[in-house]
């Protein structure tokens, strides 16, 4: 399966009318966050491919809508409040898609208190959402997942050294118990086209998504 995954910057290479011609052979399309919800209304319209996606730090304003509608102790959303894009708000949740199992966790490291902000701490309690699903898939299908989907990087692994840019360290803890095939992320912003994109942590790859990127990879490995 080939997968485009995009975060943090809307790209013209996608943004744009060859959109159709270059990803015709992509299956489904993930976002690592702090993207416009419109940039994702565009992709699904044009590839009619589903997208699935994370909020990061930034562009949170939809973000309370898309909680309600996955938190069934919120109260309903207003009539009055339209329902977003075409595209699967994946955060807390294990679903499958073509054959891949995927989960995601958004947000970044607890800096400066602004919304959507965890410490490793409250990134764990996110993650235990996770469990269930995750229990099922291994029970039923003999693995966890494949792909998991964060904003933030993990510790040491493609992050930066400044409060804001730090990954999180029980992400190391998922990747080692769960052996995802990808951990996806963004929130680090790759300006330098020369810098790394890709890592290796035991069993996973550790991506980048800045900008965009294809993977392929095999369901149900």
């Given at each position: 399966?080939?997968?485009?995954?995009?975060?943090?910057?809307?790209?013209?290479?996608?943004?744009?009318?060859?959109?159709?011609?270059?990803?015709?052979?992509?299956?489904?399309?993930?976002?690592?966050?702090?993207?416009?919800?419109?940039?994702?209304?565009?992709?699904?319209?044009?590839?009619?491919?589903?997208?699935?996606?994370?909020?990061?730090?930034?562009h949170l304003d939809n973000r309370y809508r898309y909680e309600r509608r996955s938190d069934p102790f919120r109260p309903p959303v207003p009539p009055n409040v339209q329902g977003?894009?075409?595209a699967t708000y994946l955060e807390g949740r294990v679903v499958r898609a073509g054959g891949l199992i995927?989960?995601?966790?958004?947000?970044?490291?607890?800096?400066?208190g602004g919304d959507h902000q965890y410490t490793d701490f409250t990134?764990?309690?996110?993650?235990?959402?996770?469990?269930?699903?995750?229990?099922?898939?291994?029970?039923f299908r003999g693995r966890w997942l494949d792909i998991l989907v964060t904003h933030s990087p993990p510790y040491g692994i493609n992050?930066?050294?400044?409060?804001?840019?730090?990954?999180?360290?029980?992400?190391?803890?998922f990747m080692r118990t769960f052996r995802p095939q990808y951990l996806v992320h963004g929130h680090v912003h790759l300006y330098d086209r020369n810098a790394?994109?890709?890592?290796?942590?035991?069993?996973?790859t550790v991506l980048n998504a800045y900008d965009h990127t294809v993977i392929e990879l095999e369901a149900g490995r």
């Open positions: 399966m080939k997968v485009l995954c995009i975060a943090d910057h809307i790209d013209p290479f996608i943004y744009s009318a060859g959109i159709k011609s270059r990803f015709k052979d992509v299956d489904i399309v993930l976002s690592a966050g702090d993207l416009a919800l419109e940039y994702y209304d565009f992709i699904v319209s044009s590839l009619n491919k589903p997208l699935f996606f994370v909020f990061g730090n930034h977003g894009v075409g995927i989960a995601g966790l958004g947000g970044s490291i607890w800096y400066n990134m764990f309690l996110s993650m235990l959402r996770l469990l269930p699903g995750l229990l099922w898939n291994r029970l992050d930066l050294p400044d409060p804001c840019h730090t990954g999180f360290r029980i992400f190391l803890w790394a994109r890709e890592a290796r942590y035991g069993d996973t």
